[in-house]
């Protein structure tokens, strides 16, 4: 499976940006990983196929995860972004049943985006 994430960009803080992420091929669990400027890989989110969702505690309210299957792409809508959001987002994928937060269980990742948060 590939994935092609698109979106990203440069907005004030309050502001909101839409990620999109499409596999080659049907996938169970499809989500999103971060990573700031010197710290690691980080869980932000995913959907299950049949609408499950998990979220960090630090986006909680914040962000939505959704998932057309037909399209086998995921939306992640940010609103409400603060400058502790900047970071290269990744799309990740994995094909198991329940969702994880830890990054080695994603078998398959698209290639980053960066969100910048700023003033």
């Known amino acids: 499976v590939q994935l092609q994430a698109s979106g990203g960009g440069l907005v004030q803080p309050g502001g909101s940006l839409r990620l999109s992420c499409t596999a080659s091929?049907?996938?169970?669990?499809m989500g999103w990983f971060r990573q700031a400027p010197g710290k690691e890989r980080a869980f932000v989110g995913s959907?299950?196929?049949?609408?499950?969702?998990r979220y960090a505690d630090s986006v909680k309210g914040r962000f939505t995860i959704s998932r057309d299957n037909a399209k086998n792409t995921v939306i992640l809508q940010m609103s409400s972004l603060k400058p502790e959001d900047t970071a290269v987002y990744y799309c990740?994928?994995?094909?198991?049943?329940?969702?994880?937060?830890?990054?080695?269980?994603?078998?398959?990742w698209g290639q980053g985006t960066q969100v910048t948060v700023s003033s």
């Open positions: 959907i299950a196929w049949g609408g499950n969702t």
């Open positions: 091929g049907r996938i169970s669990i």
């Open positions: 990740a994928a994995d094909g198991r049943l329940v969702i994880s937060t830890l990054a080695a269980t994603y078998d398959y």
